[in-house]
């Protein structure tokens, strides 16, 4: 059964460095999504994708996120200077069109420290 | 904005029993898909079940079933015959039928099923 993966599963980075999470959606599918679950708490959406541009974002994703879909196959999700308030479990998913419901990848842990 | 809400934060169950969990949203649209989702220890996010606000008869997969009251605003999921590895947290979820699945999620139960 096709899958949603993302690398790595845990990342620890300090404080104020760059990190990217990578992600591989399922390949026929056309729609995007990063949310972030901080330990304890909900699942929040960050940001949807489509057609190589960002669809909509939250008040969360602000201008240290970026995402982008360098080569038609991993979806990534860059933080430029992480903060400690970063640390969380990061989801990412992909859905096949606009009626069809979105499937989640594993997660990466990401702790800064 | 739309919320979802959640109002059991843990709920327990013995295997082979039934529970309900409950989970009520605030939305002035029309359209819309409401999901169940269930989060295990390892921290994965699998769908277990999905209803359109447009259908009627309520949604079933094998041991889920859901109550939909479009009109209450309420969405509760019934697990029948529990098993041990059901234990995980529920997460219900809605999402606009703008073309994007952009979920706006509860703040979820944790459920134990216990031998």
């Known amino acids: 059964e096709p899958e949603v993966t993302q690398t790595p599963s845990h990342q620890v980075t300090q404080m104020g460095q760059e990190v990217i999470l990578r992600c591989v959606p399922i390949?026929?599918?056309?729609?995007f999504y990063w949310y972030r679950q901080i330990l304890g708490q909900k699942v929040e959406f960050l940001v949807s994708?489509?057609?190589?541009?960002?669809?909509?974002k939250s008040e969360i994703f602000d201008d240290q996120f970026s995402v982008e879909r360098p080569d038609g196959s991993n979806f990534t999700l860059k933080i430029r200077s992480t903060k400690l308030e970063d640390s969380a479990m990061y989801f990412c998913?992909?859905?096949?069109?606009?009626?069809?419901?979105?499937?989640f990848g594993q997660g990466t842990r990401l702790t800064v420290v | 904005a739309q919320t979802v809400t959640q109002s059991q934060p843990e709920m327990s169950v013995q295997e082979a029993e039934t529970v309900t969990l409950s989970c009520t949203y605030d939305t002035s649209e029309n359209n819309y898909y409401l999901f169940w989702y269930k989060q295990p220890p390892s921290r994965q996010m699998i769908l277990v079940i999905r209803?359109?606000?447009?259908?009627?008869q309520n949604a079933t997969e094998n041991r889920f079933s859901v109550n939909f009251q479009k009109a209450a605003k309420s969405f509760s999921l019934k697990i029948s015959d529990s098993q041990l590895g059901d234990t995980a947290m529920y997460f219900c979820a809605f999402a606009q039928n703008t073309g994007f699945q952009k979920l706006v999620f509860g703040t979820g139960t944790r459920l134990l099923v216990s031998p």
């Open positions: 994708f489509y057609n190589n541009e960002i669809s909509e």
């Open positions: 390949s026929n599918h056309l729609y």
């Open positions: 209803q359109e606000a447009y259908k009627q």
């Open positions: 998913a992909s859905s096949g069109d606009s009626n069809t419901e979105a499937f």
